[in-house]
Structure formats: structure tokens, C-alpha cells
């Protein structure tokens, strides 16, 4: 995030610059303000390209075994741009790796879930889910295992049967 914050403050300062270099070379006939509104402009569209970018440039970074799962599309009202074009600020990613089935319970998988957001820490979740049943829980405190393996204590969830997390736990092999 400071990172982003010192490339967008460069990126208005050397637009201004190019400003003022281009009106010193042409006998300083551009207005005044043409060089505040150049970088101003410069570092909007630094910002919105970073907020572009940013969902690419996350999930090239992802290890090896965690893929994503489901991406969401954000549009605002103060973004109108995004209305056109949405972008992805959060998404769920499934790590493969984590994933573990119990012989008596071929239909329910658990898995380990990672929630990425923009401006957000990444959050990790164990979750189980039941492929026949289109349901899901979170595997936080409070929920046992029983010795045949079923859960109990669980606050299951239903979810769609074409729910592109539950989809992609119930495909991987």
C-alpha cells in the first residue's frame, strides 16, 4: 500500500514535470494550471491502474496448489469507470494441498480456504464440504468429529449447486 502511495505521488510529480519542461520548450504559451492538472490526472490513472492490476498481480504470486476458486467483480458509484469495466478487489483461493476426505464419507471434503482482499490481510479457513448435499461449514471452534468421521456442532450453510467454490473442492481428485 506505501509502495502504491509513493509510485502515484512520482508518477504525478514527473507528469508535471514533462508539463513544465514542454511549456518552458514551447516559450511558456500553456496556461498555468496545466501542470497541477496533468499530474493530477497522472495519479489518478496510476491509481486506477494499480487497482486493475491488482488481482493479476496477486495470483501470479500464489504457490504452487493454491488456485482460485472464485473472483468477484466490484463496480461503485463513486468509480463510475467501473460500470464499463468491473474490476476484482477480493477473491477466494483453494489450496489443493489441504484437501482431505474420509474413506466412510466419500461426498464431504475439507479443505483450506484463503481470503484475499485489496486493502485486506489474508484470512485463512478450514471448511468442510458436502458435494451431494450442496452445503458447507466453517470448521471453527466448537465443531467434534465423531470416530466414523462425521461432524457435529456444525452450522452448515447451503449453497447453490453451481457455487464455483463448492464446484471447485468437489472436482479436484
Known sequence: MFL????????????????????RLTGGRLP?????VA???AMLATTISNEYSWYSRTTEGLPEGLTVAQAVESRRAYRPWTYLVPYV??????DEAS?????AL?????????FFGRWSPVKKMPVLFDCAGHRQASLMDGVEFDPDGQVS?????RVEAGDPVLTAVCEVS
Open 99 to 103: 484437501l482431505q476426505r474420509h474413506p
Open 39 to 41: 499530474a493530477g490526472l
Open 32 to 36: 498555468r494550471w496545466t501542470a497541477p
Open 153 to 157: 456442532d456444525a452450522a452448515w450453510i
Open 4 to 23: 502504491e502511495l509513493i509510485a502515484t505521488v512520482f508518477a504525478g510529480l514527473a507528469m508535471a514535470g514533462v508539463v513544465m519542461l514542454v511549456n
Open 89 to 94: 478487489d477480493r477473491f477466494v483461493a483453494l
Open 106 to 114: 466419500p461426498d464431504q471434503r475439507i479443505a483450506d480456504l484463503y
